[in-house]
């Protein structure tokens, strides 16, 4: 099977979901090519695209909030959206791409080259099947203006948000937000921390922005610190991904009291090393902890689809939420002492979130490119 996958970098998560299918379909001997659909055009406008999200969650994260209300207003409209429209103009250069290249199935998890291709088809143009993957908890904005061959949601219960929305029912499949497999390995903590080369007799808290430091890891980071600071066997971890100014800043306040990281391939023995994890609640984030099994407290959600994922994760106990004040983040930092809490929390996330996400998908795609019409759900892996 020859498959394209089309991600943007308007946040880490889809291209990481992006990746985990391309490893799944690399491991089965299948072509997989990833790519940013706008490098067709050029560079320039990618990195413009990914460059004005990541600036916005960065540094004015409620005007992204006030970006996503505005997509949520175009769902009571009889029009198509501006970004299905400014969509368009990428028509002709995917089309010249594919015809170049022969793929069997189109994995798109990002909603932007989901508006490509179905601009492509609403004007005749010839495209493979397509695969729409959600990365986050909800039925975000523009996807039901989509017409993809098959929608993967995260879990069985938000079918009816996709439902609602407009999207129907035989083209959706609940197998999960795929993750690498780094994060189902069997790893133990002790290993992890040996690995990373941190202290086996500290407990970790972990903290992080997401792939792009957003959020307020900074102020999470001077509390929790000031919190644990005559607690000898607990030790501090941030991630601050591409945010290297978070980095610098990070580095010169605390020195050797916090460790202090930067973009980082080794995100799933970070998560493994530490006993609890305070990060944004990111769709594809959230996924690797609970695929993890890692006590989860959610802080400083972007507004929007963080929002629900926070919601989505509180309302079934796979995690705890709270703000930034030294109350809320000394009643979080309880979790260390509370086997029973942290171990029901666990077993939430094991109950609640699809395992092997990536596999399934790509057995689904197989069955997808077999088939001249849709796959019927009962041919699900089981």
Do not use: W
Not at 48 to 71: C, E, H, L, S
């Amino acid at each position: 099977m020859d498959a394209l996958i089309l991600s943007c970098g308007t946040g880490g998560g889809h291209n990481s979901a992006g990746r985990a299918i391309a490893e799944e379909l690399r491991r089965r001997g299948c072509n997989a090519v990833m790519l940013n659909p706008y490098t067709l055009h050029s560079t320039r406008l990618a990195n413009a695209i990914d460059n004005t999200y990541i600036r916005m969650a960065q540094r004015t994260p409620r005007g992204f909030g006030t970006v996503y209300k505005i997509g949520d207003l175009y769902r009571r409209l009889p029009i198509h959206s501006p970004v299905y429209l400014a969509n368009l103009a990428m028509m002709s250069a995917l089309r010249d791409y594919l015809a170049e290249h022969s793929f069997d199935v189109v994995f798109m998890p990002h909603v932007f080259p989901a508006e490509i291709l179905t601009g492509m088809r609403r004007h005749s143009f010839e495209t493979p099947k397509t695969i729409f993957i959600a990365t986050d908890y909800v039925c975000i904005p523009f996807t039901e203006e989509t017409e993809c061959d098959a929608y993967i949601v995260p879990t069985p219960d938000l079918m009816g948000d996709f439902i609602s929305r407009g999207i129907p029912r035989e083209k959706l499949y609940p197998l999960g937000i795929p993750t690498s497999g780094a994060f189902s390995e069997p790893v133990s903590p002790a290993e992890a921390k040996r690995s990373l080369g941190l202290d086996p007799e500290k407990r970790y808290v972990l903290v992080s922005g997401g792939s792009i430091g957003a959020g307020e890891p900074e102020a999470a980071v001077e509390t929790l610190s000031a919190l644990t600071r005559e607690r000898g066997d607990i030790g501090i971890i941030v991630i601050c991904g591409s945010n290297e100014e978070l980095y610098r800043r990070l580095c010169e306040r605390f020195g050797e009291a916090v460790t202090v990281v930067g973009h980082t391939d080794r995100m799933a023995d970070y998560l493994r090393a530490c006993s609890l994890y305070f990060t944004k609640p990111g769709g594809l984030s959230s996924t690797e902890a609970a695929v993890c099994g890692v006590p989860l407290v959610h802080i400083s959600p972007i507004p929007g689809c963080e929002t629900h994922n926070a919601e989505y994760f509180t309302g079934r106990g796979m995690s705890v939420s709270c703000d930034m004040t030294e109350q809320s983040l000394a009643s979080a930092l309880s979790l260390l002492d509370d086997n029973t809490a942290c171990d029901a929390m666990l077993a939430s996330q094991r109950r609640e979130i699809p395992p092997a996400a990536a596999a399934r998908i790509c057995d689904l795609a197989e069955r997808l490119v077999r088939s001249p019409e849709r796959v019927s759900h009962g041919l699900l892996p089981a």
